[in-house]
């Protein structure tokens, strides 16, 4: 432990966040009781409690590094958003005034960026030339879209859903939420991005084969429905696959159903695939031999009534196929970095649209269980994990 008025963290600035930081004092002893410690030039006894330093200065690190990777947030979605990133992916050396010229942009501004990166680790720093060079495999994850590995419409959800932290601040008080139509527009372009991956590279190579008998359905011709649809990757993706199978589309979100009736024009499917405007608790009855939700029962403001909707819509050897998130319903288990995300976009987004509509507010983390627990009372008599090892998504095979 330093001395009494030696400063862990240092500046001689005196006003602003950083100053605030930056004057976090550590002391033990000086001319203080023995045993007795400081901070902020506040004499704290440890005569009725007991505190162990090093853990406090071991938690402050991690606050520190978490308000880092928040801020950092911004500057991903600044990267992703102006291309800065897939200016990077080339593998080139470049300092900021060669990225500069690249892009357009301001070099002042990209070289404060490329600071943050580089500390960050995103891109590598060759302090001799001042260049920077970002790494193929970071490019797989931060610039190619096409990458099964790219997070860029993840990181575009950032602003737009800490920007809705004070309205959802204010359902903390009221125990309300704040409804889909609050949000800004980009957040479900967001999440198109953020989902297209799954649906290019997994949906038709690896998870319906695991279900031989839906491939065999689609392949001869059948009727399908993407329940929650969104902007139609998933539906235009079945269309695409299978030209005999006829689609169905259908989401409460108009916006939405705009995006995915374009997205199905430009695919050359808008023959096979049709998209409505539509509550997914009342669905046509007997109608579908396939119906699938992706990341939507959590979300939803009355799963139980959904569920029932998707049984009903369902013809009697008919499959359902339900995406949720992979994570455990016990806190306990989800002590980790994925569950420190999904806690907090689903309280950013999934749990209070949720709640907004007056609904169960479930949230992302509901686990197998609740899936289970859904589809029985729901009249499912057949539930089955599919055998999929994903980070973020379980799979689960439901029949009548």
Not at 324 to 346: L, W
Request: glycine residues 10%; aromatic residues 10%; charged residues 25%.
């Amino acid at each position: 432990m330093p001395p009494c008025g030696s400063p862990v963290f240092v500046s001689n600035r005196k006003r602003g966040w950083s100053a605030r930081l930056g004057n976090l004092l550590w002391c033990r002893g000086g001319r203080g009781k023995k045993g007795e410690f400081r901070l902020f030039g506040e004499v704290m006894g440890d005569d009725s409690k007991t505190i162990d330093w090093n853990k406090t200065r071991k938690f402050l690190n991690q606050i520190t590094t978490d308000l880092g990777a928040a801020m950092l947030g911004a500057l991903t979605y600044i990267g992703d958003r102006l291309g800065i990133f897939r200016a990077l992916s080339s593998g080139e050396w470049l300092t900021s005034e060669e990225l500069s010229r690249r892009t357009g942009l301001s070099e002042r501004y990209l070289r404060e960026w490329l600071g943050a990166m580089a500390a960050a680790g995103y891109v590598l720093y060759e302090p001799k030339e001042r260049a920077y060079m970002m790494p193929a495999e970071h490019a797989m994850v931060l610039a190619n879209e096409d990458s099964p590995f790219f997070m860029g419409g993840f990181i575009q959800m950032v602003v737009p859903n800490v920007t809705m932290a004070p309205r959802v601040a204010d359902a903390f008080r009221t125990g309300k939420g704040v409804s889909q139509s609050e949000y800004p527009p980009e957040t479900f372009h967001a999440m198109e991005r953020s989902s297209a991956g799954m649906y290019r590279h997994q949906l038709i190579r690896k998870w319906l084969p695991t279900m031989p008998h839906v491939v065999e359905a689609l392949g001869a011709g059948a009727t399908a429905a993407d329940v929650g649809c969104g902007s139609g990757r998933a539906a235009i993706t079945l269309a695409k696959a299978f030209p005999n199978t006829r689609v169905y589309g259908y989401d409460v979100h108009p916006v939405s159903i705009e995006r995915a009736r374009a997205g199905a024009e430009a695919a050359g499917v808008s023959d096979r695939v049709t998209f409505e405007v539509r509550d997914g608790t009342r669905l046509p009855e007997a109608r579908f031999d396939f119906v699938s939700t992706f990341d939507v029962v959590h979300d939803s403001a009355d799963p139980a009534a959904l569920l029932r909707s998707i049984r009903r819509s369902l013809k009697p050897n008919g499959t359902y196929l339900m995406l949720e998130m992979n994570v455990s319903p016990n806190v306990e288990e989800n002590i980790n970095a994925k569950g420190r995300m999904m806690y907090s976009v689903s309280t950013l987004y999934c749990m209070t649209v949720s709640l907004a509509e007056g609904g169960a507010g479930i949230g992302a983390m509901m686990g197998e269980p609740k899936a289970r627990e859904l589809t029985t009372e729901a009249g499912f008599g057949q539930f089955r994990r599919l055998p999929i090892d994903d980070l973020f998504s379980a799979l689960y095979e439901i029949r009548p």
